[in-house]
């Protein structure tokens, strides 16, 4: 018989204790993580809902108004991002990464469409991140503090332009024809931004696929004000 | 016309040359490590050659000699898994880690082989990895260590399992009957151990549900050389 047979049995058994705690406690974090990013998803959705008022009253008050409670139900979301920042080990960003992506993509939609809204400027990466209590560095993630990934806040820009196109057709509609000249302006500049970008053949390069879309609808919308003279 | 427009053209791509160049590392840090993990699977193939001689001549000589050629043979896929930890920043251990799980699984079990061969002993994670110059820590990533990950180490000692049971057949063949029944002894804990773990419902789950097959194949031939008086 093997020399090593009897310590064999409990050093097994204890080594295999412990890989069987590592593994529960693997599969706690995807439960903790993944209920957090389920009650994300729906907090992501109140300063969104806010800023869609937009389409239906687009005067100069209403935007503000918009805005201020966009912001203001942007505050629980930024605090969960904080408690899932808190779920995750050190390192395990990518690990997890899947399970959260959403509602941190329309995070980033809000936060740019506000400040589209604010000052037709485009919001960085950085600026976003920061607004959101996230790290800027996408090549990071050792630490506690969630960090904003780059593909994450394109992805946002993308969802901005299918709603920027939502909003210049309900401008016209709710009578601010002047809104398309700026959402077209804005745009063109996104999309030049866009097109110096190489895309691998995932997701966001699908998403980026539909952006000609949005742009053509910007500018019809764009071309009907002008040739009717609504400016 | 928007007051920021001017502002916007250059600043949004300047901001965008910056994401182009962040996309266009993160391309290039897959194509090196792709490339890396595809030259550390044929490395990997080494160790293992050299064991499976003793699927043919397994007298103590030859299984001596098998373990030397193969512990040697182990030295390029270790120096080889340093860089791979080198080409990955801080951080992105799981971002990549799809890329090489396989030829770290082949090369767990090639020291787990020989650590069963030598003194029947199951080779424990931290030591495995240790073996193969890697962390033994599997909830960290953060440095430029590789850690071996736990899932990659089951998966390994799964791939044992299924050698043993053919070193069982193959060993009755070249005239040793005495190492169907060494074999067993450690397989029996190794199941032992495994029966103690909750899988998820994914590729290591199932690689475990042909451990069974092993098994059976193992003690089928524990049996045949028992009735027969073989040892």
Redesign the interface.
């Known amino acids: 018989?093997?020399?090593?047979?009897d310590s064999?049995?409990t050093?097994?058994?204890a080594?295999?204790?412990l890989?069987?705690n590592?593994?529960?406690?693997?599969?706690a974090t995807v439960e903790s993580v993944k209920a957090t990013a389920a009650e994300l998803t729906k907090l992501a959705q109140l300063p969104l809902q806010a800023l869609r008022c937009i389409h239906r009253s687009c005067d100069s008050n209403s935007i503000s108004k918009a805005i201020d409670e966009a912001r203001a139900a942007l505050q629980p979301s930024i605090d969960l991002l904080a408690k899932l920042g808190q779920q995750m080990?050190?390192?395990?960003?990518?690990?997890y990464?899947q399970l959260w992506r959403e509602p941190v993509q329309q995070l980033c939609m809000a936060v740019t469409f506000i400040s589209f809204l604010e000052?037709?400027?485009?919001l960085?990466?950085e600026d976003a991140a920061s607004q959101l209590g996230m790290a800027g560095d996408?090549?990071?993630?050792?630490g506690s503090t969630l960090h904003l990934d780059?593909?994450d806040y394109?992805f946002g820009l993308l969802l901005l332009a299918s709603e920027l196109a939502r909003l210049s057709v309900n401008a016209v509609t709710a009578g601010r024809p002047d809104l398309p000249?700026?959402v077209a302006?804005?745009s063109r500049?996104?999309e030049?931004?866009?097109r110096?970008?190489?895309?691998?053949n995932d997701a966001l390069r699908r998403r980026y696929d539909g952006l000609k879309y949005d742009m053509r609808k910007i500018e019809e919308v764009l071309y009907d004000v002008t040739v009717r003279k609504l400016e």
């Open positions: 018989a093997a020399p090593a047979t064999n049995a050093g097994i058994e080594e295999f204790q890989y069987l590592q593994l529960a406690a693997d599969l080990p050190a390192g395990t960003y990518y690990k990464h000052s037709d400027r485009l960085s990466l996408s090549d990071g993630g050792g780059l593909e394109l000249r700026r302006d804005f500049h996104l030049a931004g866009f110096l970008l190489n895309f691998k």
